[in-house]
């Protein structure tokens, strides 16, 4: 089997889009679906375009980018969450409130250290939303299914174009002080 060309391949891509475009009924809803139409377009040498992509590669890629997607969503939301409450913190850094044993008043403390206790908390599980980002990041495509493929799949090619890296924590535009960056290592209400 020759490699296609790759005129051909697109000129076949565009005529099944243009199809679907003119009849709603040819718009295929399945990938598995779509090859068909291609081979038809053009001729089945064009399934070469495929090798390294198979539909189950397309499904894991799609799921693993559209759940990278939400838990990116979820991990701005917690950096809105964990600004807020340095914030808090910031400003009620000499507001001193009573510490609670049993339901019963104890030590005083400051509010600021006490809030601090939910930012450190907030911040594990931000450390662990990032380790997750950099675990959907990792590609399916080229992974073949169930026998492999004899094709030399450049896994780094196939995977261009893609999204590389996951979003850093997102840091305040205000001024930090003498508090911690929120990835550092030693405890955060300590530097209180």
Not at 7 to 29: F, L, S
Not at 95 to 116: C, D, E, R
């Amino acid at each position: 089997m020759q490699n296609p060309q790759p005129e051909a391949a697109a000129r076949g891509i565009r005529a099944v889009e243009e199809a679907a475009a003119v009849d709603p009924t040819k718009r295929v809803k399945k990938y598995i679906a779509y090859e068909p139409l291609l081979i038809a377009a053009t001729s089945p040498e064009v399934t070469l375009i495929h090798a390294g992509r198979s539909s189950q590669d397309i499904l894991s890629t799609m799921r693993m980018a559209l759940d990278w997607e939400e838990a990116a969503q979820i991990a701005g939301a917690l950096d809105d969450v964990i600004a807020k409450i340095l914030d808090l913190a910031e400003q009620h850094r000499d507001t001193i409130v009573p510490n609670y044993t049993n339901g019963v008043a104890a030590q005083p403390n400051s509010y600021a250290h006490y809030l601090l206790g939910f930012a450190a908390s907030f911040l594990r599980d931000r450390e662990r939303l990032a380790q997750c980002l950099v675990r959907y990041d990792m590609s399916s495509m080229g992974a073949t299914v169930l026998n492999g493929t004899g094709w030399p799949l450049n896994r780094a090619a196939m995977k261009s174009g893609t999204r590389s890296t996951p979003p850093a924590r997102r840091r305040s535009t205000r001024s930090s002080k003498s508090r911690p960056s929120p990835g550092a290592s030693q405890s955060t209400s300590a530097a209180w």
